[in-house]
């Protein structure tokens, strides 16, 4: 039993939803995805089966993802999505004890973002919602020592944006956001293959052709891949080849945006920090730690280690699961949002 009440955390990602139940451990693992019947707004699936939608739908039904860039595009639909997942994670306690919410939010978000957030939870079933910042939230579920006098370096690079931030003292010394992820290297495989080899292809497409042959480094085992879409001339189905080499090509430039960031982060930070994140090295979260030679090439660039957790993708989720612990400390620390994006 978890109190009156059940406390999650939750990881508000763009390409995923990971939540975290106190006590309980991570819970459900979905992709942002909701499938809504136009004619009459009624949701028809969430998570795994509205992402087998996409793409898929009749003219009534479209499945889309209602967070963009790491925040609410769709304000109604993401409020729908939550009281989804916090109906499934609670079960039918949620209905009595509505359940206390800490939500990431990307350091970057802006003041109307960062309220859109917290009132889409409110809205979807949580009595009350604290945020906290997506690389503190990462640094925590990677078990760095952030309360201790020391630079810790957190690069967390999800599907909608990439966070990066220099911790000491339990709170951020420098830290910036991008608005590139996972998405925008989805995107860049799709450009590609689109003016090469004049094919359409699909979203879970180039998802699939990123995860299985994509890489940010040469590697030594470089491998081909069929990909089937639509000839954009005769508008009918083909297949073609693309290989390791290519894709690496198509996504470098994005890739090199996220180098350049660290960099000007590894600028800004004091020397003594800078020192400690020398010796410590430098942690690199979500999904696209997965990413083949990812590490590698942030150690080319910077010269300095790079180590990724044994699961960089819920790093951030069990770090708002730890921090429910301290509810109230994190009520004083909660994120002041920022006025700028970056």
Same mark, same amino acid.
């Given at each position: 039993?978890?109190?009156?009440?059940?406390?999650?955390?939750?990881?508000?990602?763009?390409?995923?939803?990971?939540?975290?139940?106190?006590?309980?451990?991570?819970?459900?693992?979905?992709?942002?995805?909701?499938?809504?019947?136009?004619?009459?707004?009624?949701?028809?699936?969430?998570?795994?089966?509205?992402?087998?939608?996409?793409?898929?739908?009749?003219?009534?039904?479209?499945?889309?993802? %209602? @967070?963009?860039?790491?925040?609410?595009?769709?304000?109604?639909?993401?409020?729908?999505?939550?009281?989804?997942?916090?109906?499934?994670?609670?079960?039918?306690?949620?209905?009595?004890?509505?359940?206390l919410?800490? =939500?990431?939010?990307?350091?970057?978000?802006?003041?109307?973002?960062?309220?859109?957030?917290?009132?889409?939870?409110?809205?979807?079933?949580?009595?009350?919602?604290?945020?906290?910042?997506?690389?503190?939230?990462?640094?925590?579920?990677?078990?760095? %020592?952030?309360?201790?006098?020391?630079?810790?370096?957190?690069?967390?690079?999800?599907?909608?944006?990439?966070?990066?931030?220099? =911790?000491? @003292?339990?709170?951020?010394?420098?830290?910036?956001?991008?608005?590139?992820?996972?998405?925008?290297?989805?995107?860049?495989?799709?450009?590609?293959?689109?003016?090469?080899?004049?094919l359409?292809?699909?979203?879970?497409?180039?998802?699939?052709?990123?995860?299985?042959i994509?890489?940010?480094?040469?590697?030594?085992?470089?491998?081909?891949?069929?990909?089937?879409?639509?000839?954009?001339?005769?508008?009918?189905?083909?297949?073609?080849?693309?290989?390791?080499?290519?894709?690496?090509?198509?996504?470098?430039?994005?890739?090199?945006q996220?180098?350049?960031?660290?960099?000007?982060?590894?600028?800004?930070?004091?020397?003594?920090?800078?020192?400690?994140?020398?010796?410590?090295?430098i942690?690199?979260?979500?999904g696209?730690? @997965? @990413?083949s030679?990812?590490?590698?090439?942030?150690?080319?660039?910077?010269s300095?280690?790079?180590?990724?957790?044994?699961?960089?993708?819920?790093?951030?989720?069990?770090?708002?699961?730890?921090?429910?612990?301290?509810?109230?400390?994190?009520?004083?620390?909660?994120?002041? %949002?920022?006025?700028?994006?970056?």
């Amino acid at each position: 039993m978890l109190g009156l009440g059940d406390r999650l955390g939750i990881d508000l990602g763009t390409s995923n939803i990971v939540v975290y139940a106190w006590r309980r451990g991570i819970v459900i693992r979905e992709p942002s995805v909701v499938a809504i019947d136009q004619r009459t707004r009624e949701v028809r699936a969430v998570g795994q089966q509205a992402q087998a939608m996409l793409g898929r739908t009749p003219g009534n039904i479209v499945a889309t993802r %209602p @967070l963009r860039d790491g925040v609410i595009a769709d304000y109604s639909i993401t409020r729908e999505m939550l009281a989804y997942l916090i109906r499934k994670a609670c079960g039918t306690r949620g209905r009595i004890f509505r359940p206390l919410v800490v =939500i990431c939010i990307p350091s970057g978000a802006t003041s109307v973002e960062h309220r859109a957030a917290l009132d889409a939870a409110r809205s979807a079933g949580a009595r009350d919602a604290i945020p906290i910042e997506e690389p503190m939230a990462a640094a925590i579920g990677a078990n760095l %020592p952030i309360a201790m006098p020391g630079g810790n370096m957190v690069v967390d690079i999800g599907g909608g944006t990439t966070d990066i931030a220099v =911790i000491s @003292l339990g709170g951020v010394v420098v830290s910036d956001s991008l608005r590139i992820g996972g998405n925008k290297l989805d995107e860049a495989i799709t450009r590609h293959i689109r003016r090469v080899y004049n094919l359409d292809i699909g979203e879970r497409t180039a998802e699939m052709v990123k995860m299985e042959i994509g890489s940010a480094v040469r590697v030594a085992d470089e491998q081909d891949m069929e990909v089937r879409g639509r000839d954009v001339i005769t508008g009918l189905p083909q297949t073609i080849t693309v290989n390791s080499a290519e894709v690496r090509e198509a996504i470098s430039e994005n890739l090199s945006q996220v180098v350049d960031a660290v960099k000007s982060i590894l600028e800004r930070t004091p020397p003594e920090l800078a020192a400690d994140i020398i010796e410590r090295g430098i942690t690199l979260t979500g999904g696209i730690a @997965l @990413l083949s030679g990812m590490d590698r090439l942030l150690e080319l660039e910077t010269s300095i280690p790079v180590n990724v957790p044994e699961d960089p993708i819920s790093s951030v989720a069990v770090g708002t699961g730890r921090v429910l612990e301290e509810v109230e400390t994190l009520r004083r620390h909660s994120f002041k %949002p920022s006025r700028h994006r970056y």
